[in-house]
């Protein structure tokens, strides 16, 4: 298991921070979210919340094609 300073927001792979931004971006989009560039705190925990939920769940579902299709 990765071993992660609580609070902290890096990515494992430095090279992907910029894929996940705009995924995170896309999927504030689609779930009605208003994410900007830069400070966010006028969002809700809920709203904050809802967009990295989204994520994991389409991470996981894109997983599971993969899998299925044997890649």
């Known amino acids: ?3 992660n300073k609580s609070g ?6 430095p090279e992907a921070r910029e894929a996940l931004n705009r995924f ?3 999927v504030a989009s ?4 208003p994410l900007k560039d830069g400070y966010n705190g006028d969002l809700t925990s809920a709203q904050a919340g809802s967009i990295g939920g989204e994520m994991v769940r389409k991470m996981i ?3 599971e094609e993969q899998m299925k299709s044997g890649n």
Request: aromatic share 0%.
């Open 24 to 26: 995170k971006m896309e």
């Open 8 to 13: 902290s927001n890096r990515a494992e792979v």
């Open 1 to 3: 298991m990765a071993n």
């Open 30 to 33: 689609e779930i009605g979210v």
């Open 61 to 63: 579902r894109r997983q």
